[in-house]
């Protein structure tokens, strides 16, 4: 697990540290965003697709009045991330305690409709049970939410070295979200209040926005095992590393993800900038043509055919639009004399390989170790 918990470090500290053009940073913190909005929304049960949780986010989300609450839902959770982001970095951060965490659970539940019994940021005054799980007497919470707030912030969690520090938080986040559900403190909206102080103590230990999001959208992946690990916990009277196990893998494994999209990312730039190389400042308008077309093409997710090519674009319909078949197929085989494409049965595709061959080689141990002897 330390070993998981190094690499998620590592990985965190990646990227943070990562340098991305504006828009696509952007785009990559508003992706992460919906995702860990969607997550922690779904695993209560708010239908809303990724797509449409991206579209609420940039104000473009239009829904019918029966299906207005799992929007409200969603903006709350994102309006909630917004405030805990901007205290983190403003600070100072508030302790831990029972008005903190009920204040959470109010933005929770904002301009919601809740049952009979339950008010926002208002602790339960009635018993709860959860699948086989039975909540803390209600008489006990506010007391157990203050305790809870007390251990958090208290010196069990600091950190010797600060090389360890997002592993500290990274354990800190896990066990707050455990014992929150434990508790169940609130009428309704538990297991989002939870998640928001994970994503809360994620960020003031310096876990870059786009990750911190991703626990969230691994319990709601694995959610059978989410609930099955929490009822396992509770279960054995309190022993959690077996549910810090499951949360770090899982955060290792959505890191990774991240770290390959973001490389992704690097490399159609600098894909895009060999083009330009490529062509240099031409004035010639068969270059421009063709510089066009390939960086067209490149944006393409599978090879296209060469009877595609005309409508890849505006800028190609445009460009050929006047133009015979041979001129397309003189530009293709100019390309393709460039390195710059290869054609197959399947059609053209961009010749990436030429900037990924300036990766540097490294072993592959599994096959090795498979035909060693």
Not at 157 to 180: E, N, S
Not at 240 to 268: C, H, M, S, T, W
Not at 280 to 301: F, H, M, P, W, Y
Request: net charge positive.
């Amino acid at each position: 697990m330390w070993a998981m918990l190094g690499e998620c470090r590592s990985k965190c500290d990646h990227i943070a540290g990562v340098p991305l053009t504006p828009d696509i940073a952007d785009r990559f913190h508003r992706l992460y965003l919906a995702k860990g909005a969607r997550a922690t929304t779904a695993i209560e049960g708010n239908t809303l697709t990724e797509e449409e949780v991206l579209k609420a986010i940039r104000g473009e989300l239009k829904l019918p009045p029966s299906r207005e609450y799992l929007e409200q839902e969603v903006r709350n959770i994102i309006d909630a991330f917004g405030v805990i982001f901007n205290n983190v970095v403003h600070g100072p951060l508030p302790r831990m305690n029972a008005d903190s965490f009920s204040e959470l659970n109010r933005m929770v539940l904002t301009n919601l409709s809740v049952d009979e019994g339950v008010s926002p940021g208002q602790i339960r005054a009635h018993s709860v049970g959860v699948a086989h799980y039975r909540g803390a007497p209600h008489q006990d919470c506010r007391h157990l939410l203050d305790r809870l707030g007390q251990w958090l912030d208290g010196p069990d969690f600091d950190c010797p070295d600060p090389d360890l520090r997002i592993a500290f938080g990274i354990i800190k986040a896990i066990v707050a979200h455990v014992y929150l559900a434990w508790i169940h403190a609130f009428g309704d909206g538990n297991g989002r209040t939870a998640r928001l102080v994970e994503f809360q103590i994620l960020v003031s230990y310096g876990v870059a926005s786009p990750a911190t999001h991703l626990l969230s959208n691994h319990y709601n992946l694995t959610r059978s095992e989410y609930y099955r690990q929490l009822d396992r916990a509770s279960k054995s009277g309190g022993e959690v590393l077996p549910f810090i196990k499951y949360a770090v893998q899982g955060l290792l494994d959505g890191l990774r993800e991240q770290i390959a999209e973001i490389r992704q990312y690097q490399l159609n730039i600098l894909w895009s900038n060999y083009v330009h190389e490529v062509f240099g400042n031409t004035n010639s308008a068969s270059e421009i043509r063709r510089r066009n077309l390939v960086l067209d093409i490149s944006k393409q997710s599978e090879p296209i055919r060469v009877s595609q090519l005309r409508q890849l674009s505006p800028r190609t319909v445009q460009a050929y639009q006047n133009k015979t078949m041979m001129t397309l197929k003189r530009d293709i085989q100019a390309l393709q004399a460039a390195g710059l494409i290869v054609r197959s049965k399947s059609g053209i595709r961009p010749n990436k390989s030429i900037i990924e061959a300036f990766v540097p080689d490294r072993a592959d141990f599994e096959k090795l170790r498979t035909t060693v002897g």
